[in-house]
Nanobody
């Protein structure tokens, strides 16, 4: 069964770090994107990595604080999030696509999401 499973979310204080994982079963060479959605807001692009390990970031939310990386041996893509802020609070989703995209409609397979809550 082809699926994506996120893990690693939780409750942290501002300034701390979290590392999210997205484990893929099948389609392991696809581009993987991370998105987030806060209550009452649209889903927002955070970062993505291509099948050839080229990353791209949302400069408004992730640049300089978040790092995306892929471990092909574990079929897993990670999102390392440092210096977290209360405005980073959201459900974080990973998604797969044949071609890397910065928009949600570019992805056709989604995980269930993992909650990240940052307290001030």
């Amino acid at each position: 069964q082809v699926q994506l499973v996120e893990s690693g979310g939780g409750l942290v204080q501002a300034g701390n770090s979290l590392k999210l994982s997205c484990r893929a079963s099948g389609r392991t060479s696809d581009a993987i994107g991370w998105f987030r959605q806060a209550p009452g807001r649209e889903r927002e692009f955070v970062a993505a990595i291509s099948g050839s390990d080229s990353p791209t970031y949302n400069p408004l939310s992730a640049q300089g604080r978040f790092t995306i990386a892929r471990d092909n041996a574990k079929n897993t893509v990670y999102l390392q999030m440092n210096n977290l802020k209360p405005e980073d609070t959201a459900v974080y989703f990973c998604a797969a696509a044949r071609v890397m995209s910065r928009t949600a409609d570019g992805y056709d397979l989604w995980g269930q999401g993992t909650q990240v809550t940052v307290s001030s």
